[in-house]
């Protein structure tokens, strides 16, 4: 009866903005064996983790080169990389849906009264040579939901509820399996002990700085600025 009781009351703390079934999900491990078993890709593609709770599906189309730090909470960086496919060819025209957190460690769907609609989102397409850039801002580690089932399930077994600093993605191409994945802030407390078990050691880039005006210049925005490059490879899928 107890966990019967436990269920309920994940499912009550649902609702259209937080799914607590998926935060429970993470939190046990299940999301990242699943992924594991139902996502394994050839060595130089890109490797998958867990989607996570706080994904929007209808994120907000946006230009080359945008801000989705609508709020402008955390210090400014631009996010760049090219999709390939596997061979190495780049991939015009791929959808790159990104989404994180804020300066203060919360998503939008969580500060409805204090964040902008929408902030820190966007689906961005990339050019003639698979290239995508966005304004951004540094990523930082945060605590995951604790006011709900998930958080007294952390309390009893001990565990801290912290994730190192990450951006999310979905990249997919035409004739190519879809990843959803993250990129991992080097350095970031908690790389060793993420309370969803997500992090892969290939997804964690560095953040630079970069005084190049001819750089800051293709990004449009002004040296120095600080950098996350994070290129992302697509298995072909088969075809037939």
Request: with cysteine; aromatic share 8%.
């Amino acid at each position: 009866m107890r966990g019967i009781e436990f269920l309920t009351a994940t499912g009550q703390k649902c609702d259209d903005k937080r799914q607590e079934f998926i935060l429970l999900s993470d939190l046990l491990g299940v999301s990242m064996l699943v992924d594991a078993i139902n996502h394994r890709r050839p060595a130089g593609a890109t490797e998958s983790t867990v989607l996570g709770p706080f994904h929007l599906v209808d994120s907000p189309p946006r230009d080359l080169g945008a801000t989705i730090s609508l709020d402008a909470k955390g210090e400014p960086c631009v996010v760049a990389g090219t999709v390939r496919s596997l061979d190495g060819t780049p991939l015009p025209g791929a959808l790159v849906d990104v989404w994180q957190a804020n300066g203060d460690g919360f998503y939008d769907v969580q500060q409805p009264d204090q964040q902008p609609e929408l902030n820190l989102r966007g689906l961005f397409t990339t050019n003639d040579n698979g290239r995508y850039w966005l304004n951004s801002v540094v990523p930082r580690h945060y605590p995951v939901p604790t006011d709900g089932p998930a958080g007294d399930l952390l309390e009893a077994t001990g565990r801290h509820s912290y994730r190192p600093a990450h951006i999310h993605f979905i990249v997919g191409a035409p004739g190519h399996h879809p990843v959803t994945t993250h990129m991992f802030l080097d350095g970031s407390p908690y790389l060793d002990s993420d309370a969803v078990f997500g992090v892969k050691r290939e997804l964690i880039r560095p953040v630079v700085t970069v005084d190049d005006e001819r750089r800051a210049a293709e990004f449009g925005v002004q040296a120095p600025f600080r950098l996350i490059e994070f290129d992302i490879t697509l298995d072909p899928a088969l075809q037939g």
